[in-house]
């Protein structure tokens, strides 16, 4: 199974601030990548498909890059209601795995 | 608008079979298929299979083959997901997700369900 690791595992930033999360793939998985972020209590929600596309409502702060092995989310303007923990997906390899996911807080 | 709801929670004891149902509304049933996904109280996701909205296939994860079955009803509009000889380690929220595309090979998960609890207690 492909293993992906994500660093930090947690992180605190303010309102304002930049912020990168990265994920790495222990094999290759092209651009096969979503990024989601989930809230205490709440289901994921897809912010990354296919590593780049951002999807459809979700604020253009946020934003995806990579491909193989090495993965990026950044979010370049930290809101409040950006608090929360992101995990990477990959789709290459079967099980579609999960990163262990980081959380960012104040 | 996509909608998923799954059904309420569930507490079984060690050993039982737990059925939870995810009922699709928004979109047209058959054209996507559903991806189950666990999350274990303060831990990661963590992917299950997925079935076909179209003909049933399914994918199952080789940790749940032998445990977990995935069925459709297109004349409900419901996926459901059966795990069977639970144990304690089955203490999770149970996920139901839409894949982007009619199988779920390569697809992310684009709409996502409530969850439910399920908790293993003897």
């Known amino acids: 199974a492909i293993q992906l690791t994500q660093s930090p595992p947690s992180l605190s930033a303010s309102v304002g601030d930049r912020v990168t999360i990265s994920c790495r793939a222990s094999q290759g998985v092209s651009s096969a990548l979503a990024w989601y972020q989930q809230k205490p209590g709440k289901a994921p929600k897809l912010l990354i498909y296919e590593a780049s596309s951002l999807e459809s409502g979700v604020p253009p702060r946020f934003s995806g890059s990579g491909s193989g092995t090495d993965f990026t989310l950044t979010i370049s303007s930290l809101q409040p209601e950006d608090f929360a923990t992101y995990y990477c997906?990959?789709?290459?390899?079967?099980?579609?795995?999960f990163g262990p996911g980081t959380r960012v807080d104040v | 608008q996509v909608h998923l709801v799954q059904s309420g929670a569930e507490v079984k004891k060690p050993g039982a079979s737990v059925k939870v149902s995810c009922e699709a509304s928004?979109?047209?049933?058959?054209?996507?298929?559903i991806t189950w996904v666990r999350q274990a109280p303060g831990q990661g996701l963590e992917w299950m299979g997925w079935?076909?909205?179209?003909?049933?296939?399914?994918t199952y994860a080789q940790k749940f083959q032998d445990r977990v079955t995935m069925t459709t009803d297109t004349s409900t509009r419901t996926m459901n997901m059966e795990l069977r000889s639970l144990r304690s380690d089955d203490t999770a929220v149970y996920y139901c997700?839409?894949?982007?595309?009619?199988?779920?090979?390569?697809?992310?998960?684009?709409?996502w369900g409530q969850g439910t609890p399920v908790t293993g207690s003897s």
């Open positions: 928004g979109y047209t049933f058959t054209s996507f298929g």
């Open positions: 997700a839409r894949c982007s595309g009619g199988d779920c090979y390569g697809r992310y998960l684009q709409h």
């Open positions: 997906q990959q789709f290459t390899n079967y099980p579609f795995t």
């Open positions: 079935i076909s909205g179209h003909n049933g296939d399914t």
